[in-house]
């Protein structure tokens, strides 16, 4: 299995992923960047970040949009050679400085690796990976027996979240769990 890009092992995560360096764009320096948050608009000048998996420390001189995402010049980085150096990099934030989020809504990273047990008390498995699809996310859920079932976060399925205790409690639908 993969580690998300944040991660150092499966534990919570130090750092997440907020964004994707694609190439250089121009002469100048700049890098068409893909966003991967949901609050791009932090994503601004004197913004610092962390880039690579050696977590470059840099400093965003200006952002421009650009497409479907955003053009970055960072600080130190005036010409294309330097730029080219960024090509498909990720960029990071330490993950406490994620915004916090409504009453009910929840960070992928926050649910990966919680125990799931339905309504009756059946242990399920943990949350193993999240699917996100158009209509709703769908939680991979892996038993002790390395068998997998799909939940769909959906209100009738997902009953409660405690991030405390690290405990989902659902309500599988008929033909969601192996007969």
Known sequence: MSLEPGSQSMSEPDFVAIGRIRRPHGLKGEVITEVLTDFPERIKPEFEVYVGLERL??????????????????DGYRDREQASELRNQWIFLPV???PPLPDGEYYHHQLIGINVVTDDNRELGKILDIIVTGANDVYVVRAADGSEVLLPAINDVILDIDLTHKLMR??????LLPE
């Open 57 to 74: 420390k840099l400093r965003i001189h200006s952002v421009r949009a650009h497409s479907r995402g955003l053009l970055l010049l960072f």
């Open 170 to 175: 659902v309500h599988p639908l008929p033909g």
């Open 96 to 98: 406490e400085d994620s």
